[in-house]
Each structure stands twice: as C-alpha cells, then as structure tokens.
C-alpha cells in the first residue's frame, strides 16, 4: 500500500512538474510587447460584427465593417432596422462622418461624430486598439488572462473586458467577442471576419492598381 501511494505522489509531481513546463513564464507586459510589434509588421486589418447597445433603459444595435490601413480607418455603420447607415474616417488629428440625418460632420476626434449621428457614446478611438487586443488609452490598469492575452482594461471612464479570442493570421489570437462599461452605458461587441494583409496581399494590391497582371 506504501508503495502505491508513493507511486501515486510521483505521478501527481510529474504531472505538475510537466504542466509547469509547458507554461511560458515571462513579464506580463511582454506579450503586448510582442502583440504591438505584430500589428506594427501587419498594419492592414479589416474586421466586421455588430455592436449592442444598452443604457439601462433603452437599447440597440448596429452592424460594422472596419478597415485600416495604419493609424487611418474607415469603419462603416449601419442600423439593423430601419435602414440608417454612415461611413466614418478618422486618423490623428481628423474625424470625418458622412451618412443618414446628418450630411457631413468634421472634426478631430470620430468619438462626439459618432455620438453625435447615433445617439450613444461609442468610444471609436480607443476600440481602434481593443479590437486588436491592445489597451488604450495608455494609463489604463490591465489584467492579463493565463494565455497571456488581454483580460480585462480599466480606466476613469471604461472598463472592459475580453471575453473571448480567436485564432488568426500566424496563429495570434484575435478579440472575437468583448463588452465595455462606462456608467449606465454598457456596449457589447461581436467580431468575426477579421483578415490581416500579408506582404503578398499589399503587393498584389499594389499590381492590381498599377494595371500589372
């Protein structure tokens, strides 16, 4: 019997010991390290899903498509009923917002636009960055979940949290479902169809416009 339970105890050590092994210990802030660097080698994204809209009170919803090429995006809005849409550009310093109700909106930051056209405080800026995966702004408070991504984000005005990935381009893990909370307003975010440009797509892309085939 002695002998069994010996034999027990080292099973359960090997098993730990090897559990143990295949975990990559390492600084936390690593992983956006390389996660940042990533998106810097892979600067042409696109990603479509829907968002949720609550204040406690009222709701609604709106379907997306986001494309970015660097720090400039073109994100695409639509109601899913009554056949509202715009279309949003924004990059440092610029905001533009074209659609339903309002004509042309200008300015520099796309967060007021947005708020203004659609009726509800959706922070744009910063998504440009939770979408990825990335915290924004950067004095947020971060927690990182066992794989190593994002968890949850902090902030004097948003908490977030990342409660689902996907898997990507090389194998990175993409923010496939998240929700924000700011107050009364609770915003839920549903991605999928993400596609990130490889050096072949930019320069097919490239051929493509200059005529070459």
Do not use: K
Request: aromatic residues 8%; glycine residues 10%; proline residues 6%.
């Amino acid at each position: 019997m002695t002998s069994v339970r010996i034999g027990l105890a080292a099973l359960t050590m090997a098993l730990v010991v090897s559990g143990c092994a295949v975990r990559d210990t390492r600084p936390a802030g690593a992983w956006l390290d390389e996660r940042q660097a990533w998106f810097d080698r892979h600067p042409q994204w696109s990603v479509d899903g829907r968002v949720a809209l609550s204040d406690g009170a009222r709701g609604g919803s709106l379907a997306f498509d986001w494309v970015a090429d660097g720090p400039h995006h073109r994100v695409g809005l639509r109601t899913l009923t009554g056949g509202r849409q715009w279309r949003l550009e924004f990059g440092p310093g610029y905001a533009v917002l074209e659609g339903s109700e309002v004509e042309r909106l200008v300015g520099i930051d796309p967060d007021p636009l947005v708020e203004y056209a659609v009726g509800w405080p959706v922070p744009v800026s910063l998504m440009a960055d939770w979408v990825r995966g990335l915290p924004a702004p950067p004095d947020a408070r971060v927690a990182f979940a066992a794989d190593g991504t994002l968890d949850a984000l902090q902030h004097q005005v948003w908490n977030l949290d990342f409660q689902r990935y996907q898997a990507g381009t090389d194998g990175i893990l993409l923010p496939a479902r998240l929700e924000a909370q700011s107050g009364q307003y609770r915003i839920r975010v549903v991605l999928r169809n993400w596609h990130v440009a490889t050096h072949g797509d930019v320069q097919a892309a490239i051929m493509s416009s200059s005529g070459v085939h």
